[in-house]
């Protein structure tokens, strides 16, 4: 019935290229020949979407399921190989509504899986289900207007409905597994790192023993950002003094987890080097305020500009009153659009009134900026002259 409906549906398509005019085909061929290659492509499985029913997983045993979705993935691939992006969104949606059992499914393939491409796309299905599920259909790419929501939206409501936080245990299990190879358990890592769930810290830190696992376990430590993982990333900052890389994953990291010791260790090493942009951006994440007082000493006296923007940004992330007071000086002294983003980065009420007051400024840019500052803190939409 499935090959039918895709036959029918490619039969359509030819009928709309050849005939011409009626959905606009044609002049959609002329004016934008690889937009019409995306949509055209896209049709049989849209067709097939809205009719055939997904295959239910509920009766199947974990093998079928697997083949099942791996069907699914390897069609996915091939649609992203071919530059099919609109094919590639269908057959996730298809994915999608097969419903709660996908996540275990997903997370078996990349646990099991031989062939690395299968792995890689479950990796990409269930990332796309995290950041689905933790952002407003609205904000879907927002980037591209109506028809990121056109495309999007479903998918985006259907992954809300899936529950993934549940195979949490399972995921860490993965990550903790020495049995399976370092992709398998740095894919499992990295979407614990996206959900930010709080039960895989002690077993990540424990993992700060496992050499093989070090560098993925500090990164995925600091992107769930709990104080517990302070001290031990500290101790093993040390051993990276001369991996210029590896040290700067464990300063981004503490920023990250924030807290007294870490804060303290990264003013240490923001006084023994105090134009270090990795320092500087770990105090902002970590909205260190004792770092504040230092960073208007040196702003006042900067003359490179690139240092210069990450000070007011960092001022703009720590965000308390005495930073937005800076950057208020440093925009009446000097101007500039990075202060006035910067404010709206505090989402400190404060800023609101001189804000406001740049709505009415001569520049339009100011204009545009203060607007979106503004809409940052307060979330509301602020007209100004255009």
């Keep these: 019935m499935q090959k039918k409906i895709l036959i029918i549906g490619v039969c359509l398509v030819l009928v709309l290229v050849i005939g011409g005019g009626v959905f606009g085909i044609n002049a959609m061929i002329k004016k934008d020949p690889g937009a019409a290659y995306i949509k055209i492509t896209a049709i049989p499985t849209k067709i097939a979407n809205a009719i055939i029913p997904p295959p239910k997983l509920e009766n199947k045993e974990p093998e079928e399921r697997k083949k099942i979705i791996i069907k699914y993935l390897k069609e996915m691939e091939e649609a992203e190989e071919w530059w099919q992006l609109l094919k590639m ?8 509504k097969m419903g709660d059992l996908i996540v275990p499914t997903l997370i078996e393939i990349i646990r099991d899986s031989k062939q690395y491409s299968d792995s890689r796309m479950a ?9 689905w599920k933790n952002t407003p259909v609205d904000e879907i790419c927002r980037m591209d207007g109506d028809w990121g929501k056109k495309v999007y939206g479903e998918s985006v409501r259907l992954a809300k409905k899936i529950d993934i936080e549940s195979m949490v245990p399972r995921l860490i299990e993965v990550a903790c597994s020495k049995n399976k190879d370092i992709v398998s358990r740095g894919n499992a890592m990295d979407i614990l790192g996206r959900l930010k769930d709080k039960r895989a810290v002690e077993p990540l830190i424990k993992l700060l023993e496992d050499k093989e696992m070090i560098i993925p376990s500090i990164s995925v430590l600091g992107d769930i950002g709990d104080k517990r993982a302070g001290k031990m990333i500290i101790r093993r900052m040390e051993s990276y003094r001369f991996d210029k890389d590896t040290y700067e994953l464990c300063i981004k990291a503490l920023g990250q987890v924030g807290g007294k010791e870490p804060i303290a260790v990264l003013m240490n090493l923001f006084k023994e080097n105090p134009r270090d942009k990795v ?11 004792e770092a504040v007082p230092m960073l208007i000493e040196l702003l006042e006296r900067e003359r490179d500009r690139s240092i210069e ?15 937005v007071d800076a950057l208020i000086n440093s925009q009446k002294e000097e101007g500039g659009g990075i202060i006035i983003i910067a404010l709206g980065k505090t989402k400190n009420k404060k800023a609101i009134p001189f804000l406001e007051d740049l709505l009415k400024s001569n520049d339009e840019y100011d204009r545009k900026w203060a607007a979106e500052s503004l809409k940052k803190i307060t979330g509301k939409e602020y007209k100004y002259k255009r």
């Design 309 to 323: 923007a990450i000070m007011i940004t960092t001022l703009g992330c720590i965000g308390s009153d005495e930073a």
């Design 123 to 131: 990796d990409s299905v269930l990332n796309d289900i995290i950041e």
């Design 279 to 289: 320092v500087m951006e770990a105090l902002g994440t970590a909205k260190a305020e």
């Design 89 to 96: 969104i269908e057959i996730e949606k298809r994915i999608l």
